[in-house]
């Protein structure tokens, strides 16, 4: 039983690990995405959601 405990908590833990690691990676893809195409600079004039959405459902998936 103690053994079935410790592998579940091991699992939890490695998804965990890669859960956070994904989303660090892709908050910095994201942002770099977005200083390079002007998304966030003072005279842009609109804003590119359709890239924001493909990077977001990247992260998620």
């Not at 410790?6 to 942002?31: N, P, Q």
């Amino acid at each position: 039983m103690n053994l079935v405990w410790v592998r579940k908590k091991h699992l939890i833990y490695i998804l965990e690990m890669k859960y956070i690691s994904k989303m660090f990676l892709g908050s910095l893809i994201l942002t770099y995405v977005c200083l390079e195409t002007e998304l966030f600079w003072e005279d842009s004039d609109e804003f590119d959601f359709t890239l924001v959405r493909f990077i977001t459902f990247l992260l998620i998936f």
